[in-house]
Every structure is written in structure tokens, then in C-alpha cells.
């Protein structure tokens, strides 16, 4: 079974310096049919304006990944780290027992894309940790390069929940399948561009969760990025 989850169907809130979109019920926007999907529990796509961003605010119990599309984000926090998240970059935040944080554009010109995902870790109480790897495109290209799992295998931040995360860059007429174990889940994010998922068609910031599918058949009509979340 696949359920789609189109891009204008998601919550929307434009407060100038930020517009985002929720996949997710996230803040204000509360949606009971979409509370999460298994332990993907937010997936927020952004935009933030140049010179803005989010001012320190704390974190809990929760694995956050960042994404950056376009632009870049300047990344701060309570244990220390200070970096700049740049596209090709995958960060992963461990927020365990509490850490504060903020998030920026630097840039005095140009705007910030990213995607913003929460994943519910495997057991509150966690030491807090940071973890930031970059993967270039040729390692996505025609490919699902993974990025994120619990094992950290094949050199992805390591997250701590049964989770694996799959980004990849297709060009136009290019096919990928990925196998789907009949006891696991499957939601994948379109980044950018076209394409079909199982023969069903998603644009931009379209999505769709899987279940009992034996495999995820993705064929691109247009060049395009996904994300793939291998879920328990």
C-alpha cells in the first residue's frame, strides 16, 4: 500500500523571515491524520530569508537530522559545536537529556533551503551528541547513497533508532529500485523535480509512505533528488 502526501496538502505557515512547510503536525499546525509516520515524526521543509533564522531554543529526547537543499545554515549549540551546514552536508543532533541550540542563514544575500527532520529516538535519555558528514553528488548519482543509520555503516552519521536514510540524484529517464523488507516501512521525500514511485506520480515536496510493497520502483520524468527513509 502507498498513500501519498501531496506538497500543497501539508501545513504551510509564511512569518516573512520563514516559510515552511509541515509534513508532519508540527507547532500550530495540528493534523490528527498525519501525527507522524512510525518513528519519522517530523519532516519540515524550509526556507528562511537572508541574515535570518532560528534564535537558541532547546531540544529533547529526539534525533534531528538537517538538509540542506540550497544555501547554507549556520549551526550553533550547547555542547560546543559551532558549523556551517552547506548542500551535500547531512547533520545529525542527538537531543537526549536537553541541548539548545540555533540555526542561521549567514548568507546577507541569498536565501536557505533545507529540510528538517525529527526521528523519535530508541530510548529517551540519551547523551547528547552532534555528528555532521558530507556526501558529494557523484556518490548520489544514479544511486541511494545511505547517510543515515543506526549502525553508521559505509560511513553515514549514525542515528539511534532503526532507521535508514537514502538520498539520491536522478537524472530524467533514470530508474532505481530498492528492495523493501515485507516487515519494514518506506516514505519517500521528493526533494526536487519529477518523479514516479511505484508508477504513481510526485512532484516537489510530494511524499509517500509505504507499506508491504516488496520493492520501491522510483523512475524520474524530470532530473531529481529524493530522500528515502527505511523505517522499523
Not at 20 to 25: P, Q
Not at 129 to 142: C, L, N, W
Not at 175 to 180: G, N, V
Amino acid at each position: 500500500m502507498i498513500e501519498i502526501r501531496k506538497s500543497s496538502d501539508r501545513g504551510r505557515f509564511d512569518f516573512g523571515w520563514l516559510d515552511t512547510r509541515h509534513t508532519f503536525s508540527f507547532g500550530d499546525y495540528w493534523d490528527p491524520a498525519h501525527m507522524n509516520f512510525r518513528s519519522l515524526r517530523v519532516l519540515n521543509e524550509d526556507r528562511v530569508q537572508p541574515g535570518a533564522g532560528f534564535p537558541t531554543h532547546p531540544h529533547r529526547d529526539m534525533e534531528i537530522l538537517s538538509y540542506v537543499v540550497e544555501g547554507a545554515l549556520e549551526h550553533k549549540d550547547s555542547m560546543g559545536n559551532g558549523s556551517v551546514i552547506r548542500p551535500g552536508d547531512v547533520q545529525r543532533m542527538t537531543a537526549g537529556t536537553g541541548v539548545t541550540h540555533s540555526e542561521y542563514n549567514p548568507s546577507r544575500s541569498e536565501g536557505a533551503h533545507f529540510l528538517q527532520v525529527w526521528i523519535l529516538p530508541e530510548r529517551p535519555g540519551l547523551q547528547p551528541g552532534y555528528e555532521q558528514k558530507r556526501f558529494t553528488d557523484d556518490e548520489k548519482r544514479g544511486r541511494l547513497r545511505l547517510v543515515a543509520s543506526r549502525d553508521g555503516e559505509e560511513g553515514c552519521v549514525t542515528i539511534h533508532q532503526d532507521v535508514k536514510v537514502y538520498a539520491g540524484l536522478l537524472e530524467r529517464g533514470q530508474e532505481l529500485s530498492q528492495a523493501l523488507d515485507p516487515a519494514r516501512h518506506g516514505w519517500l521525500q521528493v526533494v526536487r523535480g519529477k518523479i514516479a514511485l511505484n508508477g504513481q506520480e510526485l512532484g516537489a515536496g510530494d511524499a509517500a509512505g509505504a507499506s508491504g510493497e516488496p520493492a520501491l520502483n522510483i523512475a524520474a520524468s524530470e532530473d531529481a533528488e529524493v530522500l528515502l527513509f527505511d523505517l522499523a
